[in-house]
Structures are given as structure tokens and as C-alpha cells.
């Protein structure tokens, strides 16, 4: 059984960081790539970043990039988001997501994990 487990999500100044950790188990991440999402109250869910887990290609939103890195651990079969500079508007749920590269399609979904940013 597959499972996406996010962590490190919590309450922070503008300015401040946070790291957010997404722990899988019941799949080899070399085989998928990986994707963070966030989904801020009222708004629709919108990518953050993902990478290819097997060749390190990554991608960035416009909006975050410069301030936030992926990155892999294949050892622990996890996946970070190191963020940094947060905004306000970086308030969200954030969730990782996994998906076979020949496909579009996310299948594999974690519970999410809540970002404040806030003074």
C-alpha cells in the first residue's frame, strides 16, 4: 500500500523558513516523480514544484522560485521542500504528490500539511 506522509509544516514569520518533508512508503521514489501542491482557503490547488526523482530534474512556480529548493533523499525514500523567504501568501495546505513519468495523472496523494506565514 502506498503512502505519502507530509511533515513540517507549522506557523512562521515573513522572512522565516521551514522544511517540509514528504516520507513514502510502498513505492521506489527513482520510479516516480514527485510533486508539492498547496492550496490556500478559497483558492484551487496549484503546483509548487516536482522533480524526477531518477535524472534530478526539477521544477519551480514562478512565484517561488529562488526561495524554495526540492531535493531527495533516496536513502530515506523522502522528498524535502526547503523553503525559505516565506510570504504571507505562501499561507497554505501543502501536499506531496507522486506520479509515473509517462503520466500526468497524480495518483498518489499525502494528507497535507498546514503553512503559516504570519506576524
Known amino acids: 500500500q502506498v503512502q505519502l506522509v507530509e511533515s513540517g509544516g507549522g506557523l512562521v514569520q515573513p522572512g522565516g523558513s521551514l522544511r517540509l518533508s514528504c516520507a513514502a512508503s510502498?513505492?521506489?521514489?527513482?520510479?516516480?516523480?514527485i510533486g508539492w501542491f498547496r492550496q490556500a482557503p478559497g483558492k484551487e490547488r496549484e503546483g509548487v514544484s516536482c522533480?524526477?526523482?531518477?535524472?534530478?530534474?526539477?521544477y519551480y512556480r514562478d512565484s517561488v522560485k529562488g526561495r524554495f529548493t526540492i531535493s531527495t533523499d533516496n536513502a530515506k525514500n523522502t522528498v524535502s521542500l526547503q523553503m525559505n523567504s516565506l510570504k504571507p501568501e505562501d499561507t497554505a495546505v501543502y501536499y506531496c504528490?507522486?506520479?509515473?513519468?509517462?503520466?500526468?495523472?497524480?495518483?498518489?496523494w499525502g494528507q497535507g500539511t498546514q503553512v503559516i506565514v504570519s506576524s
Open positions: 522533480v524526477s526523482v531518477s535524472d534530478g530534474s526539477a
Open positions: 504528490a507522486a506520479r509515473r513519468p509517462s503520466t500526468l495523472r497524480y495518483g498518489y
Open positions: 510502498g513505492l521506489v521514489l527513482d520510479y516516480y516523480t
